[in-house]
């Protein structure tokens, strides 16, 4: 399975975890309400709804949908030279410079620098055949997850931002979304996401369609969500940080939670190698 750029916060490493054609075994659609790289309803096979908030996530997926890939790939072949790659981050914000800092950098010139040429390597057919026959939509989450409530034949995978996190990352890359949060004077209010968690427990607990989700596993976390939990294992994130010198993976817990039976799920240490089930 190809993606169509490496996302921050992507689950696409851990999709082994999920027994896929036993999931959707009596699905009709596959619903991301917090969709990123759609990585979950693109491995899916089946007819997707897709939702984000990020508005030029949306104008990038809606723009595939209705032109193809050909100006965003001629777009990456036209700036291939480290120099090319300075001159789109310091040019006009637009969607193509948009997509290229994704396609060629984000864990390279973004989060994580090095002096590395960006990566030489971009495929967006799948995307093109994925997002043609998908619904994609730019709203709250709330709203999508009101919507397919009581169908029992969608499948909902949820990937919230980190519960621990202020959303920071996707803020300070989409700038867009923290003019809302504007006081005067006073400064930019951090974002609080901690409601999201609340109003997600109260879905789970009166909702008939199915549902998964991942998300990381903090004491709060485990403890709300405590009826839901399939199991926790370890993530190592595929960036590096940069500590006294010496770069490390970081490390965190993470939480597989849904209403679907445990055969859904690989979660046996032989299975996957590293982890074991709780
Ligand atoms: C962890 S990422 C999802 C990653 C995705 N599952 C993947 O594999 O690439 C969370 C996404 O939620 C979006 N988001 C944040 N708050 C949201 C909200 N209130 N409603 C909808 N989407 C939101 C962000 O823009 C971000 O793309």
Same mark, same amino acid.
């Given at each position: 399975?190809?993606?169509?750029?490496?996302?921050?916060?992507?689950?696409?490493?851990?999709?082994?975890?999920? #027994? *896929?054609?036993?999931?959707?075994?009596?699905?009709?659609?596959?619903?991301?309400? +917090?969709?990123?790289? %759609?990585?979950?309803? *693109?491995?899916?096979?089946?007819?997707?709804?897709?939702?984000?908030?990020?508005?030029?996530?949306?104008? &990038?997926?809606?723009?595939?949908?209705?032109?193809?890939?050909?100006?965003? !790939?001629?777009?990456? #072949?036209? $700036?291939?030279?480290?120099?090319?790659?300075?001159?789109?981050?310091?040019?006009?914000?637009?969607?193509?410079?948009?997509?290229?800092?994704?396609?060629?950098?984000?864990?390279?010139?973004?989060?994580?620098?090095?002096?590395?040429?960006?990566?030489?390597?971009?495929?967006?057919?799948?995307?093109?055949? +994925?997002?043609?026959?998908?619904? !994609? /939509?730019?709203?709250?989450?709330?709203?999508?997850?009101?919507?397919?409530?009581?169908?029992?034949?969608?499948?909902? +995978?949820?990937?919230?931002?980190?519960?621990?996190?202020?959303?920071?990352?996707?803020?300070?890359? $989409?700038?867009?979304?923290?003019?809302?949060?504007?006081?005067?004077?006073?400064?930019?209010?951090?974002?609080?996401? /901690?409601?999201? &968690?609340?109003?997600?427990?109260?879905?789970?607990? /009166?909702?008939?369609?199915? &549902?998964?989700?991942?998300?990381? @596993?903090?004491?709060? *976390?485990? $403890?709300?969500?405590?009826? +839901? !939990?399939?199991?926790?294992?370890?993530?190592?994130?595929? @960036? /590096?940080?940069?500590?006294?010198?010496?770069?490390?993976?970081?490390?965190?817990?993470?939480?597989?939670?849904? #209403?679907?039976?445990?055969? %859904?799920? #690989? %979660? $046996?240490?032989?299975?996957?190698?590293? *982890?074991?089930?709780?």
């Amino acid at each position: 399975m190809s993606f169509f750029f490496p996302y921050p916060g992507s689950k696409r490493r851990e999709l082994k975890r999920i #027994n *896929m054609p036993k999931c959707v075994e009596a699905i009709d659609i596959v619903v991301e309400p +917090f969709c990123g790289s %759609c990585c979950f309803s *693109m491995a899916s096979g089946k007819d997707a709804a897709v939702n984000d908030l990020d508005p030029m996530l949306f104008d &990038f997926m809606s723009t595939i949908q209705a032109e193809g890939d050909q100006k965003f !790939i001629d777009f990456y #072949n036209a $700036h291939k030279t480290r120099e090319q790659f300075e001159e789109v981050l310091a040019g006009e914000q637009n969607l193509m410079a948009w997509y290229y800092k994704r396609a060629a950098s984000v864990f390279r010139v973004g989060m994580y620098p090095t002096a590395r040429p960006p990566v030489r390597r971009v495929s967006l057919s799948k995307a093109v055949e +994925f997002f043609q026959k998908s619904r !994609i /939509t730019n709203v709250n989450y709330a709203d999508i997850l009101t919507e397919f409530h009581d169908n029992e034949r969608a499948l909902i +995978f949820l990937d919230p931002p980190y519960f621990n996190s202020s959303s920071v990352e996707y803020y300070q890359q $989409h700038g867009a979304l923290l003019r809302d949060q504007i006081e005067g004077d006073r400064g930019v209010r951090v974002p609080d996401n /901690t409601q999201m &968690f609340v109003d997600i427990i109260k879905f789970f607990q /009166t909702c008939r369609c199915k &549902f998964i989700m991942i998300t990381n @596993g903090n004491a709060i *976390m485990k $403890h709300i969500y405590r009826d +839901f !939990i399939i199991y926790e294992y370890q993530f190592k994130y595929s @960036g /590096t940080i940069i500590i006294n010198g010496i770069g490390r993976k970081k490390l965190t817990t993470h939480l597989l939670i849904s #209403n679907l039976p445990p055969d %859904c799920f #690989n %979660c $046996h240490a032989d299975a996957l190698g590293e *982890m074991a089930p709780t």
